[in-house]
């Protein structure tokens, strides 16, 4: 799914499985399900050919047949369910199986598209007791019910008995499980560096606090900072403040007013492995290329898009109707986010700050990332930035043709597809989408850098790689309007984008980076984003570019004659930033309008950090470092939550981030998203509805839920992690 999957906002919603119990009977309470004890017979029910449903002992079974691809080339169901949008359903039933194998248990659409409600997918043994709630976002009288059990290379047996599904039941309230109230970072505090943790408390006057070493000794005490409400969480709070304490050591941990902290270590060694496992993320991000189980133990997977049926691949794809009249060889790249599209402006941002890592990171080149390409003459992040590179330069329209110059925006499946499906074995027609200005743009910018960037180790490279950003930025000028239709979101998101001076701003930036040529100082000092303010409370993302030409032209060394009127720009932005976070109980940078937090929240916080790491690094003042130090803690975990938004990293961290691949909460034979990935964070307009269900009402920082249905606040993307590879890179080389 991309950043802006409005399209697919179906009815999957709340779940909350009971062992061994029953819910309380209501008077309103109506059955959808006919004969879900098969008491005799199992009319109405239905299985797939060759699987017929046997009665046991007043269960209904099946023997599986093995060989089969797919969860739903072998199921047992019912049709003809009656759903209402906006009622709340209890969905329960006992089933059982050989040890080990699971069934995808659905309310859903019994027609095409064949849309899911609700799903849940147990790992069977012995007989067990389901039970589930979920809200309806769709009115139909032709649902379904369905155990989807194929999948299996091995026959096995499966039994259901006592189905149902009934309507009118109270939905349950979430309460997210928090832990204990003293937040900290959960990864590593630097020696050296700002020490803060947040309490959450009733008590409005200073408290009592203690520093634990992992044998239980106290080696420090204090006193809290009472802060007040923090407005972000609807919490009453106090600081703890212990930068003093500057031995290095593992398993600490802080307590103040009866709660001890999740523990944590104090030294920077970690954040080397941290910023390691984020690049590492792209990997198993790719397309087109099967990924080893060598390399990435667990997350071994055939190529995907390549034309190897079912899929219809990415070798030559056509246009959307009406739109072009060839064919394009778009394999490779990175997909995007939790689904199989693969977007230009998204690609585009995510290759700039990687290779803005690369450019500003004195041990970037160093980082070993076991990838098939490593131990050639170039260093590994700029062999894996390359994978999207050519992708993205596919996507130019080729000599001859209407646009040429110009780039696709997006190519993407026809139709949305469901979870869980691995890349291998999506069988959607593949499309290339229009044209457009932003597209265009992106591909001149990060085509530009990277020209620069790869010259002493590629220079053919290189030279393709200017002369497309020439060409694009040409064409660009030529085509300065044409945009991505905010409608165009079916297959994938619409990733629109109607503000392109930015775009070009960006693009003249790295241009004269890399060439000096005084035409691009001339459309740089006539764009209106010269002088406007560029680091608003989102300082950069796929939308909003001109701060990633600015943080270039103050940072790569070069004789523009407005660089020091940016810079002044930088260290400006910086500073409100930095103002904002140290205003914040929590320590975040980022304070969005009426406390309504954004799509991906987590990243903004990143990217928000990144441009006072840059003001650190113009300046060498030692605020903007602590700045940069204390912008990490709120991401492993000294926030509202209590939860680091990285998985892998902390002793509780997100580990369901919505993907059709890490899938593992809805099916246990895949895995869950590799250490080292980001999680979007709270998304206050929390557009899914699985969100809605648990978060309506929700205050700034408790809009996120870890579950994969929740594709507004807990998805992953390729630009998210480029935030998180910036910011860690940072913290690790001042470690």
Not at 280 to 298: C, E, M, N, W
Not at 562 to 581: H, K, N, P
Request: glycine share 10%.
């Amino acid at each position: 799914m991309s950043l802006w999957e409005r399209s697919r906002i179906i009815g999957l919603t709340s779940a909350l499985v009971i062992f061994g119990s029953t819910a309380p009977a209501y008077a309103d309470e109506v059955e959808q399900v006919v004969n879900g004890g098969f008491d005799g017979t199992a009319d109405p029910f239905w299985s797939t050919t060759g699987m017929p449903i046997q009665l046991d002992d007043g269960r209904a079974c099946v023997d599986v047949p093995g060989g089969t691809v797919n969860r739903w080339d072998a199921a047992v169901g019912q049709n003809d369910i009656d759903l209402v949008a906006g009622e709340s359903y209890r969905f329960s039933f006992d089933a059982s199986g050989d040890a080990g194998h699971v069934a995808r248990a659905i309310t859903g659409l019994a027609v095409s598209p064949y849309d899911t409600y609700f799903e849940v997918s147990p790992t069977l043994g012995d007989t067990q007791h389901y039970e589930y709630t979920f809200t309806a976002g769709t009115s139909t009288d032709q649902g379904q019910v369905a155990f989807q059990v194929g999948g299996s290379p091995d026959p096995w047996r499966f039994c259901v008995d006592d189905v149902s599904l009934v309507g009118g039941v109270p939905p349950e309230v979430y309460e997210p499980d928090t832990g204990p109230r003293v937040r900290v970072n959960q990864l590593a505090y630097l020696n050296n560096g700002p020490k803060a943790a947040t309490l959450v408390t009733d008590k409005t006057t200073k408290t009592a606090w203690s520093l634990a070493d992992k044998s239980g000794r106290v080696v420090k005490n204090g006193q809290s900072t009472p802060r007040g409400i923090d407005p972000s969480s609807g919490q009453n709070v106090h600081t703890i403040d212990f930068t003093g304490f500057r031995q290095r050591g593992e398993g600490f941990t802080l307590t103040a007013d009866g709660e001890t902290s999740h523990p944590f270590d104090i030294g920077g060694d970690a954040y080397q492995q941290l910023r390691t496992d984020a690049l590492k993320f792209y990997y198993t991000q790719r397309s087109g290329i099967a990924i080893r189980d060598d390399l990435r133990p667990g997350y071994a997977r055939p190529a995907g898009h390549l034309g190897v049926a079912p899929n219809q691949g990415d070798t030559a794809v056509p246009c959307q109707p009406g739109v072009c009249d060839y064919t394009l060889d778009v394999r490779g790249g990175w997909y995007d986010a939790g689904d199989h599209g693969k977007y230009v402006v998204n690609g585009g941002i995510s290759v700039w700050e990687l290779l803005h890592e690369f450019e500003q990171s004195p041990t970037a080149r160093t980082v070993n990332l076991d990838i098939p390409e490593s131990g050639d003459r170039t260093p590994d992040l700029l062999d894996e930035v390359r994978w999207e590179l050519d992708f993205l330069l596919s996507m130019q329209v080729p000599g001859g043709h209407p646009y040429a110059g110009m780039v696709h925006h997006k190519i993407h499946d026809a139709a949305w597809t469901g979870l869980p499906l691995l890349p291998h074995l999506d069988p959607q027609p593949r499309e290339l989408h229009p044209v457009s200005t932003a597209a265009t743009l992106n591909v001149a910018a990060t085509a530009a850098q990277a020209a620069r960037i790869y010259r002493p180790y590629d220079a053919a490279f290189a030279r393709r790689a200017l002369a497309a950003a020439t060409t694009a930025y040409q064409a660009a000028k030529t085509n300065p309007v044409v945009y991505a239709p905010e409608s165009d979101g079916v297959g994938g998101g619409a990733y629109n984008d109607t503000k392109v001076t930015d775009d070009f701003y960006w693009a003249a930036a790295e241009l004269f980076l890399t060439t000096g040529d005084k035409l691009y100082a001339t459309d740089l000092l006539a764009s209106p984003e010269h002088t406007a303010d560029s680091f608003g409370p989102v300082a950069f993302d796929w939308a909003t570019t001109g701060a990633a030409g600015k943080l270039d032209l103050a940072l790569v060394p070069n004789g523009f004659t407005g660089r020091s009127a940016v810079r002044t720009q930088v260290l400006a932005g910086a500073d409100e930033y930095l103002a904002i976070q140290k205003a914040h109980p929590y320590g975040v940078a980022y304070s969005p309008a009426n406390n309504s937090w954004d799509w991906g929240s987590a990243s903004i916080v990143a990217d928000n950090t990144v441009v006072i790491a840059a003001a650190h690094r113009l300046t060498g003042n030692g605020g903007y470092r602590d700045g940069v130090l204390t912008g990490v803690d709120w991401l492993l975990g000294r926030n509202a939550l209590n939860i680091s938004y990285i998985t892998g990293y902390g002793e509780v961290s997100a580990q369901n981030q919505h993907s059709r691949w890490y899938a593992a909460q809805l099916d246990p034979a895949l895995p869950h998203p590799p250490a080292g990935t980001l999680a979007g964070g709270p998304n206050s307009s929390i557009q899914d509805p699985y969100a809605q269900s648990k978060l309506t009402g929700c205050v700034g920082q408790f809009c996120y839920i870890d579950d994969i249905q929740s594709w507004s606040t807990n998805e992953l993307t390729i630009n998210w992690n480029a935030a998180l590879v910036r910011l860690t890179g940072y913290v690790a080389d001042l470690a």
